[in-house]
């Protein structure tokens, strides 16, 4: 029986077992196939992509960082070329627009389930051996350190397991790399595709064929809300959904895909989407604890990397190009130890510091109090001003015989009416606050 | 049926499934009858659970899954048995 048993240990041992298919799965896995190494990519869907969702676009640096010739060879959609703010009021809006047709483009919408399996056969091009509809349901523990994984089906042994296994990330968890998720360190996505004929994108968009427009929606039915809305244009279908941080839901009791309809039937959004098909409807959570909701990120035969390490920058919508780094670190990592033949963790704590020498720490390091900020003013940041901007422009705006003297006293009275001077004296405080804490 | 179940339920229709003839998703019906919030009543994105009064427990429509994860963080106990559907099973993104 024991003879039986390392004898299949044997069969079954790779230099290294990458646990979920996703841009930090694909990402690690194919550095270390470039490197020679024996890899192998579990995925639990039925191709990588299946069970994958985000807002709509992936930034085309860190991509080519991969992939050096996706722009030609992978399913793009469009190419970003402008960045829309709306501060929806209850029924009005200001919007702020920023356009620039870059040589270079910054980021392209693309569809997951085509992108990612485009990414994942790129990878077995390279040598990745990628093992679908196979669910890791736990992690194999010996002397204290990871040496395989456990499926539905067999066990598999390897060096060292790298968990890119997403947001619930249930095996770094399993081995106390992190404790249970907080409500108020995710954010609960909903989002729709909406079919719609190219020209009328083009036209509501005031976009040509292959470029792109991303919509950040703040307020409308989100108002006072920690909860942001986003439209991403696809060649022939526009993306529309949110993002509510979960404990809002609780405390408020509310129910995600209502208030996506209430942001679809806002006057500002509604002739947007006139007339279109709805396609697909999804749901996904974020990860937005940041910096100190960050778990352990390596230990013995392990590393964790992605959306299961919270590699998340929300306030720059920024998620699969930590995914796609960090997977590179990670693999990177793997091939020094796999060299070195010594997979504990001393050796790979050289996943952290290349980590911390990487965009990816200094970034998260950069927004650490954000969220807490955020959690604070939710009320105020994206409620009470996202009100007042929009009610001074439609005092500036209005024509009805008052004197504008007159507009303007009032709208400054409102002002201290409304918030108090020690709350408005609080909020100027928690932005410099934030602002000194991201700066210095 | 009201209209924002009706809504939800169409939002469903076109989402691709291979549902399993298990549950995935195993609540504690002791915790669920103490529960006080019912968070995973309002939370899902797929309406997934529905308290019945009458029979004081919980429904579990497993099979609308989309496979956030909400439900497992929301649980005022943490009492919810959550695991991925097998690997065959469960949703099938086709744009995401």
Same mark, same amino acid.
């Given at each position: 029986?024991?003879?039986? =048993? ?38 639990? $869907? ?5 069970? =994958? ?35 929806? $009021? ?57 040496? $395989? ?13 790298? &968990? ?62 920690? $909860? ?74 392990? !590393? ?10 929300? &306030? ?43 965009? %990816? ?12 900020? !955020? ?36 709208? %400054? ?17 928690? %932005?410099?606050?934030? &602002? ?5 | 049926?009201?209209?924002? /179940? ?9 989402? /691709? ?17 103490? +529960?006080?919030? /019912?968070? +995973? ?26 496979? +956030? ?16 559907? /097998? ?10």
């Amino acid at each position: 029986m024991i003879e039986e =048993n390392i004898e299949k240990k044997d069969q079954n041992h790779v230099d290294v077992i990458v646990v979920g298919g996703g841009p930090a799965g694909i990402s690690c896995a194919i550095t270390l196939a470039r490197a020679g190494k024996d890899v192998v990519l579990i995925e639990r $869907g039925k191709f990588s992509g299946s069970k =994958n969702v985000f807002g709509g676009a992936i930034y085309a640096q860190p991509t080519r960082e991969i992939f050096p010739n996706f722009e030609k060879e992978a399913p793009i959609e469009r190419k970003n070329i402008e960045h829309k703010y709306a501060l929806l $009021g209850e029924d009005d809006s200001t919007v702020i627009s920023y356009k620039k047709r870059h040589e270079d483009p910054v980021s392209y919408t693309v569809i997951r389930a085509k992108f990612d399996r485009w990414m994942a056969q790129e990878a077995k091009k390279e040598g990745v051996v990628i093992v679908e509809e196979t669910v890791v349901r736990e992690l194999i523990v010996e002397n204290e350190c990871v040496v $395989g994984v456990r499926t539905e089906l067999e066990d598999y042994y390897c060096n060292i397991v790298v &968990l890119a296994d997403g947001v619930n990330s249930l095996l770094a968890k399993q081995i106390g790399l992190r404790g249970d998720i907080e409500p108020e360190d995710v954010a609960v996505s909903v989002k729709e595709v909406i079919k719609l004929d190219k020209e009328k994108i083009n036209d509501r968009f005031l976009i040509n064929d292959d470029e792109g427009c991303i919509y950040e929606l703040f307020g409308g039915p989100m108002l006072g809300m920690l $909860g942001l809305g986003f439209i991403y244009t696809n060649e022939n279908s526009i993306s529309i959904g949110l993002g509510i941080t979960l404990n809002e839901l609780v405390e408020r009791k509310i129910k995600p895909y209502e208030i996506l309809d209430k942001v679809k039937s806002h006057p500002t959004i509604a002739p947007l989407i006139k007339d279109g098909e709805v396609i697909e409807y999804s749901a996904h959570l974020i990860p937005e604890g940041g910096f100190k909701k960050v778990p352990i990120l390596y230990g013995a035969g392990v !590393m964790v990397c992605g959306d299961a390490a919270m590699f998340v920058n929300n &306030l720059h919508w920024e998620g699969t190009n930590l995914a796609m780094i960090s997977g590179k670190l990670a693999g990177e990592t793997a091939i020094i130890a796999l060299g070195r033949e010594d997979y504990s963790e001393n050796t790979l704590a050289k996943y952290q510091e290349k980590l911390e020498e990487s965009f %990816i720490m200094k970034d998260l390091r950069t927004y650490r109090d954000l969220m807490d900020v !955020m959690h604070d003013k939710s009320e105020d940041f994206l409620g009470y001003y996202p009100k007042k901007i929009n009610s001074f422009f439609e005092m500036f705006t209005s024509v009805n015989g008052i004197p504008k003297k007159d507009l303007y006293w009032k709208f %400054i009275k409102s002002i201290f009416k409304d918030r108090g001077l020690s709350a408005l004296f609080s909020d100027f405080t928690s %932005i410099i606050k934030l &602002l000194w804490s991201i700066l210095r | 049926m009201n209209d924002s /179940k009706k809504d939800l339920e169409n939002k469903l229709y076109t989402v /691709k499934y291979n549902p399993d003839s298990e549950s995935h998703l195993t609540p504690v019906p002791e915790s669920c009858a103490n +529960c006080r919030s /019912k968070a +995973c009543t309002f939370v899902c994105p797929a309406g997934v659970y529905e308290w019945d009064e009458e029979n004081n427990r919980l429904i579990v429509n497993y099979e609308d899954c989309l496979e +956030c994860g909400a439900c497992r963080i929301a649980c005022e106990d943490k009492s919810l048995s959550w695991v991925y559907p /097998k690997g065959t099973k469960g949703v099938t993104f086709k744009q995401g």
